[in-house]
């Protein structure tokens, strides 16, 4: 019985964190200015995201070339 009555609190709690942890890396994080898609600045699973969802698999080269053509490159979009 107890378990059932802090489940909502602890699924509040790890909402809430998750939806923090999105903010930070979106806004607040030092590679935040980067440009690029904004799944691959959510989680550090665009690469295998990429290599599963397209084609054959093992296509995170050419993903990759098409994101610098896309965005330019990284060195490029770093205020130094």
Do not use: N
Not at 37 to 54: G, I
Request: include cysteine; aromatic fraction near 12%; glycine fraction near 8%.
């Amino acid at each position: 019985m107890a378990l059932l009555e802090i489940l909502p609190a602890l699924l509040l709690a790890v909402v809430l964190s998750v939806c923090l942890a999105a903010v930070r890396r979106l806004y607040f994080h030092p590679l935040s200015g980067i440009p690029g898609p904004k799944a691959a600045a959510l989680t550090t699973w665009f690469e295998t995201w990429v290599d599963t969802t397209y084609g054959e698999g093992g296509q995170w080269f050419f993903e990759l070339k098409r994101l610098h053509g896309r965005y330019g490159m990284v060195d490029a979009a770093i205020d130094c």
